[in-house]
């Protein structure tokens, strides 16, 4: 999970950093003077993709989450797991992007056991909220996260990978995909380990908790479990903090001989989210080019 020492620095940065300088591929609208590639909106993929509100029934209660997808055919699907401000717009946008280039995506809220729907406009909205100060920064949510250890995250992902195989959009005959940020980051290995018969490839972006030494169920040591590819994607200053964890993650990917891209990117803890303080344009573009290519080349 997020170090909460790292979020408590977050809150104190400035939080101008609300922009989401991407477009989907078939809606690339590129500003000639400026250089400037305006907001991802609904609006501007009108016709190109179909996105709704949707639910679905999982062993622990009914999940809520984003759907997005090509407006016809059927592509291949991905689980989208967000980060600790869980499903809000900055997630939708990126959601929208990737549909663009051929996915269909679903982007879950993980808090559904406790709460339905957006809890959080964006990260501002997070550091804001009720419960929230610089000395106990999980307070409001510390309560929905414990309970999403690997057992139900596990269930979490064989309920999405279903709902998604009975949808039209969605190629069944093909892989399924999955990406996380930050917290996300480990569900993305223990849903790979959970349904390998359909989730092909795995990514994870700043995540917290990938190699944990105490726990059994550690996302390292369930690898063998799994028959996806992975990008492991590391924070600069995560992997200043503790760089044994890139090396550990990759020793253990090829002991159960699973194909994994482990790289340190050009970016602090959050860089790849646009809401993010710590968003870094340059480093989360590479990061968006390995995860279509990881997907490209297993989905």
Known sequence: MCEETKL?????????????????GSAAILSACDNV??????????GAITETQVS?????????????????????AVIFWPDIASLREAKRNMARRLAGEGYSVLVLN?????????????????????????????ALVAPWRE????????????????????QEA??????????????????????????????????????????????????????DRAQASFLIAVAQDDDAQAPQVKSDFAAAAEE?????????????????????PAYAEAAAEQAYADLLELYRANL
């Open 8 to 24: 408590k620095e977050w809150a104190a940065a400035e939080m101008d950093r609300r922009k989401f300088a991407v477009l989907a």
């Open 56 to 76: 679905f029934d999982t062993e622990n209660g009914t999940m809520d989450a984003f759907f997005v997808h090509p407006s016809t055919g059927k592509h291949p």
């Open 170 to 223: 969605v190629d069944s005959e093909r892989g399924i995909g999955t990406q996380g940020y930050c917290m996300g980051g480990p569900f993305t290995v223990w849903s790979a380990a959970a349904v390998p018969s359909r989730i092909k490839a795995a990514a994870s972006f700043h995540g917290g908790g990938l190699v944990l030494a105490d726990d059994p169920l550690s996302p390292h040591r369930v690898l």
């Open 110 to 138: 993980p808090y559904y056991r406790d709460v339905a729907g957006e809890q959080f406009a964006d990260f501002a909205a997070w550091y804001s909220a009720e419960g929230f100060d610089a000395e106990d920064g999980f």
């Open 256 to 276: 159960a001989g699973r194909t994994a891209k482990v790289d340190v990117y050009a970016g602090d803890h959050g860089w790849t989210v646009p809401d993010s």
């Open 37 to 46: 590639v305006p907001e991802v909106t609904s609006d501007m993929l009108e």
């Open 147 to 166: 309970k999403l250890n690997a057992d139900a995250i596990g269930r979490d992902a064989n309920a999405a990978a279903a709902w998604l195989d009975a």
